[in-house]
T-cell receptor
Framework: KQEVTQIPAALSVPEGENLVLNCSFTDSAIYNLQWFRQDPGKGLTSLLL?????REQTSGRLNASLDKSSGRSTLYIAASQPGDSATYLCAVTKAAGNKLTFGGGTRVLVKP | GAVVSQHPSWVICKSGTSVKIECRSL??????MFWYRQFPKQSLMLMATSNEGSKATYEQGVEKDKFLINHASLTLSTLTVTSAHPEDSSFYICSAREGGVTQYFGPGTRLTVL
């Protein structure tokens, strides 16, 4: 059974610092991995999707890496801003169209 | 594009009553919809997967008679929490998929059972 873990569970940084969020999964046979953002009491916004054959994806200040063999992904957010404060979730899927298995999330607070 | 809505956004009900939550894909046809629940400060747990026109597939430990799922059209799925109790209070989120890989998530419904 796939298990997804995110460490740390919470993170507080001053504005301007780079953020590093970690995600690990136990079964390396994944189809893809996604990073999501969730604001309090809201739904999920997809940030980045990395296919199993890819090593990284970038979008603006966000960069996500994937090391499938070791079961790890890292989300980097450069030059953090207070607006980046949210919970970040990673999720993996085993095959195309299959269900997502989510990690527990990392709650991020960026202090002005 | 790819917008998913949920109604209501929040609901408060008395213990023992039933509550229906709607999930709609506004600008695409959702062949598959997923229902998740999320407890405070916890992650999303998949409850069930529903394909249009067929019975939902429930995850282990989810009571299908308590959480009734209907996916009667390509744009609408409903989750009915029957005989709700305080322990059913949670944040319920749906997602929809047109046929490819990407799931589009709704904004969630907060259920509080008194």
């Amino acid at each position: 059974k796939q298990e997804v873990t995110q460490i740390p569970a919470a993170l507080s940084v001053p504005e301007g610092e780079n953020l590093v969020l970690n995600c690990s999964f136990t079964d390396s046979a994944i189809y893809n991995l996604q990073w999501f953002r969730q604001d309090p009491g809201k739904g999920l916004t997809s940030l980045l999707l990395i296919q199993s054959s890819q090593r990284e994806q970038t979008s603006g200040r966000l960069n996500a890496s994937l090391d499938k063999s070791s079961g790890r992904s890292t989300l980097y957010i450069a030059a953090s801003q207070p607006g980046d404060s949210a919970t970040y979730l990673c999720a993996v899927t085993k095959a195309a169209g299959n269900k997502l298995t989510f990690g527990g999330g990392t709650r991020v607070l960026v202090k002005p | 594009g790819a917008v998913v809505s949920q109604h209501p956004s929040w609901v408060i009900c008395k213990s023992g009553t039933s509550v229906k939550i709607e999930c709609r894909s506004l600008d695409f046809q959702a062949t598959t919809m997923f229902w998740y629940r999320q407890f405070p400060k916890q992650s999303l747990m998949l409850m069930a997967t529903s394909n249009e026109g067929s019975k939902a597939t429930y995850e282990q430990g989810v009571e299908k008679d308590k959480f009734l799922i209907n996916h009667a059209s390509l744009t609408l799925s409903t989750l009915t929490v029957t005989s709700a109790h305080p322990e059913d209070s949670s944040f319920y989120i749906c997602s929809a998929r047109e046929g490819g890989v990407t799931q589009y998530f709704g904004p969630g419904t907060r259920l509080t059972v008194l």
